[in-house]
């Protein structure tokens, strides 16, 4: 690793490309630091503190919700307005045939994503004031219109800003941007989670503590040999005839498989999904209507079940993978790439047979991934179950996020060397 590193230095392009995100993270990190008025930041902490739905969207949006920055909704509207697409073009046969023209087609749908994170981010956070006003711990006191569409105003801009940085980051191929700022996020509260670690410490506690690292461990170790995981498919090129009598082809080749191909996105993906309905839902307990409180507070009861939740958890990891892999996993285009260039999977006809061929193989693969990626997701709940310490289950969550964001932006930054080492020659 660390000569992976020296090496990256070593190049200017990517050396500066290194330095410009380490430059936006910080400006991140500074922005979320950055309070809006009219708060009471401890009773704001005991909030999240007693509701583990919105501590995980403390996460997601990089602990930006916690202090009430300007930034406080994070990437979530964004990151919503990006499921919302993708399931629209497997549905929508017109926006399927955009996203099939290529670069001018994806960039079309990325522009209105960009569109719809706005108004989602500003239904967003008027949900999310709504929800401080109606706490019980005095968050938010009673204050003019004015002043909360100002605020709203505020925190959706924050948004933007932050997806414009995600995407600068993107653009110098170092690692995915949203990602990476769910990730510095992350890391920038381990110092608080070891801090409460510490202070909370108990004798008593010490085999919940070890439960803990072992959690942990098994949670780094499965990350990265499922990440790194591939199935090789065999790929044989028939030998051409070409000018001058000269043969070539007849090479053979391997068709590289991942076991996880959709990385840390269905994690994203599923902890979105579960924060939606227990921030819609507590916004209506308050409600006039007595069926409409009787119903949104059955969903907040419902999804603080530790055993619905990790179901759901489990569910929503498990079909997300095999969604996203759906998305970015082409088998018949692969299929028709082979033929054109001469390839051929021995056993296999080319064409459709092949794509049934590669398909089948993948929905085997996932099953693996997508089992496994699930299981490691809620293997800190149940462990919490056991241990009863809240920190096991954000801890477990951070852990995963941390670990596949790690992997893939190494990965970015040795094919950046690696291109350029054979630009050199």
Same mark, same amino acid.
């Given at each position: 690793?660390?000569?992976?590193?020296?090496?990256?230095?070593?190049?200017?392009?990517?050396?500066?490309?290194?330095?410009?995100?380490?430059?936006?993270?910080? =400006?991140?990190?500074?922005?979320?630091?950055?309070?809006?008025?009219?708060?009471?930041?401890?009773?704001?902490?005991?909030?999240?503190?007693?509701?583990?739905?919105?501590?995980?969207?403390?996460? $997601?949006?990089?602990?930006?919700?916690?202090?009430?920055?300007?930034?406080?909704?994070?990437?979530?509207?964004?990151?919503?307005?990006?499921?919302?697409?993708?399931?629209?073009?497997?549905?929508?046969?017109?926006?399927?045939?955009?996203?099939?023209?290529?670069?001018?087609?994806?960039?079309?749908?990325?522009?209105?994503?960009?569109?719809?994170?706005?108004?989602?981010?500003?239904?967003?956070?008027?949900? =999310?004031?709504?929800?401080?006003?109606?706490?019980?711990?005095?968050?938010?006191?009673?204050?003019?219109?004015?002043?909360?569409?100002?605020?709203?105003?505020?925190?959706?801009?924050?948004?933007?800003?932050?997806?414009?940085?995600?995407?600068?980051?993107?653009?110098?191929?170092?690692?995915?941007?949203?990602?990476?700022?769910?990730?510095?996020?992350? =890391?920038?509260? $381990?110092?608080?989670?070891?801090?409460?670690?510490?202070?909370?410490?108990?004798? +008593?506690?010490?085999?919940?503590?070890?439960?803990?690292?072992?959690?942990?461990?098994?949670?780094?170790?499965?990350?990265?040999?499922?990440?790194?995981?591939?199935?090789?498919?065999?790929?044989?090129?028939?030998?051409?005839?070409?000018?001058?009598?000269?043969?070539?082809?007849?090479?053979?080749?391997?068709?590289?498989?991942?076991?996880?191909?959709?990385?840390?996105?269905?994690?994203?993906?599923?902890?979105?999904?579960?924060?939606?309905?227990?921030?819609?839902?507590?916004?209506?307990?308050?409600?006039?209507?007595?069926?409409?409180? +009787?119903?949104?507070?059955?969903?907040?009861?419902?999804?603080?079940?530790?055993?619905?939740?990790?179901?759901?958890? $489990?569910?929503?990891?498990?079909? $997300?993978?095999?969604?996203?892999?759906?998305?970015?996993?082409?088998?018949?285009?692969?299929?028709?790439? =082979?033929?054109?260039?001469?390839?051929?999977?021995?056993?296999?006809?080319?064409?459709?047979?092949?794509?049934?061929?590669?398909?089948?193989?993948?929905?085997?693969?996932?099953?693996?991934?997508?089992?496994?990626?699930?299981?490691?997701?809620?293997?800190?709940?149940?462990?919490?179950?056991?241990?009863?310490?809240?920190?096991?289950?954000?801890?477990?969550?951070?852990?995963?996020?941390?670990?596949?964001?790690?992997?893939?932006?190494?990965?970015?930054?040795?094919?950046?060397?690696?291109?350029?080492?054979?630009?050199?020659?």
């Amino acid at each position: 690793m660390l000569g992976k590193l020296q090496a990256a230095l070593r190049i200017k392009e990517i050396r500066n490309a290194l330095l410009f995100v380490a430059g936006v993270m910080v =400006l991140f990190r500074v922005t979320a630091h950055i309070p809006l008025p009219g708060v009471d930041l401890e009773a704001l902490s005991n909030f999240f503190q007693a509701n583990q739905i919105l501590g995980l969207l403390n996460i $997601f949006s990089g602990g930006t919700i916690s202090n009430f920055s300007v930034v406080a909704l994070g990437v979530a509207p964004y990151i919503t307005s990006a499921i919302i697409f993708q399931l629209l073009t497997m549905i929508v046969p017109s926006l399927e045939a955009i996203q099939k023209e290529g670069e001018s087609g994806q960039k079309r749908i990325n522009q209105w994503t960009r569109l719809l994170t706005v108004p989602l981010a500003f239904m967003q956070g008027f949900g =999310l004031l709504a929800i401080f006003r109606q706490s019980q711990f005095q968050i938010m006191p009673q204050m003019d219109a004015l002043y909360l569409v100002t605020l709203i105003a505020t925190v959706t801009a924050g948004t933007i800003f932050l997806m414009w940085l995600g995407e600068l980051i993107s653009e110098k191929k170092i690692g995915n941007g949203i990602s990476l700022m769910i990730f510095a996020g992350i =890391l920038a509260g $381990f110092p608080q989670q070891a801090q409460q670690l510490f202070v909370t410490f108990d004798q +008593s506690q010490i085999v919940t503590w070890i439960i803990y690292a072992l959690i942990a461990l098994v949670t780094i170790v499965g990350v990265v040999y499922v990440t790194e995981a591939q199935r090789n498919i065999p790929v044989q090129y028939a030998r051409q005839m070409r000018g001058a009598g000269v043969l070539s082809g007849g090479v053979a080749s391997n068709l590289p498989l991942r076991v996880n191909m959709a990385g840390v996105i269905p994690i994203i993906f599923a902890i979105s999904l579960l924060i939606m309905p227990s921030m819609i839902a507590q916004f209506f307990m308050g409600a006039q209507t007595a069926w409409v409180a +009787s119903v949104a507070t059955w969903v907040v009861t419902t999804l603080q079940n530790q055993v619905v939740y990790a179901v759901l958890y $489990f569910v929503l990891v498990f079909g $997300f993978t095999f969604f996203y892999t759906a998305i970015v996993f082409h088998p018949d285009r692969i299929a028709e790439n =082979l033929q054109k260039q001469g390839g051929f999977v021995p056993g296999i006809r080319p064409g459709k047979p092949t794509a049934d061929y590669l398909n089948a193989v993948i929905n085997r693969i996932n099953l693996f991934g997508a089992t496994f990626l699930g299981s490691i997701a809620v293997l800190p709940l149940l462990a919490q179950g056991a241990g009863g310490s809240r920190l096991l289950a954000i801890g477990g969550t951070s852990l995963l996020i941390v670990v596949s964001v790690v992997i893939e932006s190494v990965k970015q930054v040795e094919s950046q060397i690696t291109m350029r080492q054979y630009d050199a020659y």
